[in-house]
């Protein structure tokens, strides 16, 4: 395998408030390779946002190694941060000269992403006269333009209502399949996780302690029973992972006395 993510015994501390070093990373492994589409799923807290900071260039105060080759690298965040001076339109050029992409090209990669994505028709529209799934979109198309050969993509749709957020992990899926960037997306949806990516490496306390391949073919539909199968076993996996008990697949009703009452409740409001 050909590998334009490698990294090596990667150690991260923070200093907490009373002076005291808290590590975050803990001695990580991980080789992803050229066009693979990898989720990381792990709790809140685990160290996903931290690893993809390193990943990013942005925080260089690590020990070990973080090679990353293959091209630019494109970040997705949680949220769209776009400029809120900007049009649709501006915000794309603004990014396009930040990373100096030939100005010959812009029209073609604008009309191109922004076409993927459903939004040529809102090239004019400010970022606040969009909503939150378009923003997110346009932030997608903002991070495709500049023609990233790695695309770091940080719970970029958990913010998104549940219809707008699967549109566009559908959308995504569409794209990747056409342009196979290498893709490492962070997540703490099993769901998410398991419709998207090729393999699944399950992080928590700053650790990876599973790692799953998806062994559902592609094209995928995100209704496939197979993938709410294999969410199942990845949710188990997470359990265990976790140090905690496995969730149980089927989650028992443990006070049937509750749900009885409730019924009765509502027979007797609708009279019967
Ligand atoms: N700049 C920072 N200073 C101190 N602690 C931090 C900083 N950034 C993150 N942390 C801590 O590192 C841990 C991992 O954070 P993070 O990588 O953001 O987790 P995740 O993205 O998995 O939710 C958390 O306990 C968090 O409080
Ligand atoms: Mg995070």
């Given at each position: ?13 923070f200093k907490g408030r009373d002076g005291t070093s808290r590590a975050v990373l803990k001695d990580l492994d991980l080789a992803v390779g050229a066009g693979e589409f990898l989720c990381i ?92 799934g378009m923003a997110q979109r346009l932030a997608l198309v903002r991070a495709l333009c500049v023609e990233p ?124």
């Amino acid at each position: 395998m050909n590998s334009v993510i490698e990294v090596a015994s990667l150690r991260k501390s923070f200093k907490g408030r009373d002076g005291t070093s808290r590590a975050v990373l803990k001695d990580l492994d991980l080789a992803v390779g050229a066009g693979e589409f990898l989720c990381i799923l792990g709790p809140s807290g685990c160290g996903k946002s931290t690893l993809l900071n390193v990943l990013a260039g942005l925080d260089k105060a690590y020990e070990g190694r973080a090679c990353v080759s293959g091209g630019r690298v494109g970040y997705l965040f949680q949220e769209p941060r776009l400029l809120p001076w900007l049009t649709a339109d501006g915000n794309l050029d603004f990014a396009l000269a930040s990373c100096r992409v030939p100005t010959s090209r812009w029209s073609e990669l604008k009309s191109r992403y922004l076409a993927m994505t459903g939004l040529s028709e809102y090239r004019d529209y400010y970022p606040h006269q969009i909503s939150g799934g378009m923003a997110q979109r346009l932030a997608l198309v903002r991070a495709l333009c500049v023609e990233p050969g790695i695309l770091l993509m940080d719970e970029p749709f958990s913010g998104l209502d549940e219809i707008t957020a699967r549109r566009i992990r559908s959308d995504l899926l569409s794209i990747w399949e056409e342009t196979r960037k290498t893709i490492v997306f962070v997540t703490h949806s099993a769901y998410e996780a398991c419709f998207l990516a090729d393999r699944i490496l399950v992080m928590s306390g700053g650790a990876f302690r599973q790692e799953m391949r998806v062994p559902i073919a592609r094209p995928r539909s995100y209704d496939d029973l197979a993938i709410f199968e294999f969410s199942r076993d990845v949710i188990k996996a997470f359990g265990d992972g976790i140090g905690r008990e496995p969730v149980p697949s089927v989650i028992p009703v443990t006070e049937p006395s509750l749900v009885d009452d409730l019924d009765r409740h509502i027979a007797a409001r609708m009279n019967i």
